[in-house]
């Protein structure tokens, strides 16, 4: 197949990575206005439908499927590191030889999870939740969800190529689009099931296009498994299984305290929780919007082994990563009460104290995000993936332990705790990394 717009080599001057990472930077604003967006207008909307105890109901339903995300164990990070790597070094044969093994690995594992998913759900009592036909809701939800890993495989030819920005549209269109399936099932229905297979049905659709429209980006990364090789998913695997632990890791720190909250402190709690961490988590998102877009430049350079382009990359990164951190944060907690009563329609209030605690944990995350890139781009994260999943655990651990004498305020302080080690982890061993000079 001949490649529509012919792919340019990346250059490695730093003026030419600050437009490609201003270039991310703006597909990643674009991802979050997304994110935002729909959250703003999701909580009033079903609001409007389902009463408070509905919503935390069906907060907590979504929350469960999210962990099939992790179904492809990091395999696809890991191969989108190698072909980045390979593609710099002029091996396109190789790149896509790697990229069929990840299409194979992830057909496997989708299968596998799904079938795992649809027997376990036949086993279980009807009763043991009580949402409303809850089983066949998570059934679709599921299914969502694997169909939103082949998008991320998608992604990963436009990440490997040059092509981050373009990528990230995609991806996050392909979150509008299911998202929108979705409303229009709750107008349609006002009923759980309806939601979901409305949004399952605009998943897949658009699902089927990214595999087209990523099948056009280039002539050597195809879609199948002819070159796949048991080989190539073993060299991804240990890289691969360290990403799925920061996977679990940030499962754990989201869907885990909201599952959490939902067992201790009730529906209603939960979603003024979610509500809560989604307005101060504004400041991680615009700060992932300078690292996302950093992690192939970094790969890049590593693989053209230019140290000190790589260093200089960092410093500066890390240095406008703090300052995002804590002015973001300021401004965060100066227009919530205005954004709270606006988007809840007074349904949740502003309470000075829970939002600076809330505040100071995203602060905390957002400074962590620039020195995990680093470790993560050139797959030296091994240190910071299980250091990370214990602080997850421990944090969840904490925060059971007090949230009856202290409620959502211990909560939110477990979180934070859970984020500060993370943080020390990461920015040590970028450290150390960066003293030993440690060969890719």
């Known amino acids: 197949m001949s ?12 003026s030419s990575i600050a437009g490609r990472i201003a270039s991310g930077a703006g597909a990643y604003g674009y991802a979050q206005a997304v994110s935002i967006g729909t959250q703003l207008v999701s909580l009033p909307l079903f609001l409007h439908y389902w009463d408070m105890a509905t919503y935390g109901y069906w907060l907590a339903l979504t929350a469960l499927p999210f962990y099939l995300s992790l179904a492809d164990a990091g395999i696809s990070t890991a191969s989108s590191n190698q072909m980045i790597g390979l593609i710099t070094q002029g091996q396109k044969a190789r790149a896509g030889e790697v990229f069929q093994s990840a299409v194979a690995f992830l057909l496997s594992v989708s299968l596998l999870v799904l079938l795992v998913v649809g027997a376990t759900l036949l086993l279980l009592p009807s009763t043991a939740l009580q ?4 089983k066949t809701v998570l059934m679709l939800l599921s299914i969502s969800v694997v169909l939103g890993l082949f998008c991320s495989l998608a992604e990963v030819i436009y990440k490997s190529t040059g092509g981050y920005a373009a990528g990230t549209y995609l991806v996050t269109t392909g979150r ?6 979705g409303l229009s099932g709750l107008v349609l229905t006002q009923s759980f099931i309806g939601v979901a297979a409305t949004a399952l049905l605009a998943r897949l659709g658009y699902t089927l296009l990214c595999i087209w429209l990523s099948r056009r980006r280039t002539d050597f990364l195809r879609w199948g498994v002819r070159r796949a090789s048991l080989a190539d998913i ?11 632990s920061l996977s679990l890791t940030n499962a754990l720190s989201l869907q885990g305290f909201t599952l959490l909250v939902a067992a201790t402190l009730g529906p209603a709690a939960t979603a003024v929780f979610n509500t809560y961490r989604t307005v101060a988590r504004i400041v991680v998102q615009i700060t992932n919007a300078l690292s996302n877009p950093l992690w192939p430049e970094l790969t890049a350079l590593k693989g053209q082994k230019d140290d000190g ?8 990164a890390n240095r406008l990563g703090l300052l995002i951190a804590a002015a973001g944060a300021l401004l965060v907690y100066l227009v919530s009460p205005w954004l709270l009563d606006v988007w809840t329609h007074g349904h949740i209030p502003f309470t000075a104290t829970s939002m600076a605690l809330f505040l100071l944990y995203a602060a905390v995350c957002s400074a962590a995000q620039v020195p995990r890139v680093v470790l993560m781009a050139i797959n030296r994260h091994a240190g910071l993936a299980w250091q990370s999943l214990v602080a997850a655990v421990v944090s969840l651990g904490v925060a059971w332990l007090v949230w009856g004498s202290a409620g959502m305020t211990g909560v939110v302080g477990a979180m934070l705790l859970g984020e500060a080690l993370v943080w020390l982890t990461a920015t040590r061993a970028v450290h150390r990394l960066h003293t030993t000079k440690v060969a890719p």
């Open 3 to 14: 490649v529509p717009h012919p792919l340019r080599t990346p250059t490695l001057g730093l």
């Open 131 to 134: 949402a409303p036909q809850w």
């Open 176 to 181: 509008l689009v299911e998202w929108a399936g």
């Open 234 to 244: 073993r060299q991804a695997a240990a890289p691969g299984a360290l990403f799925f």
């Open 309 to 316: 382009a790589f260093w200089k990359l960092y410093r500066r």
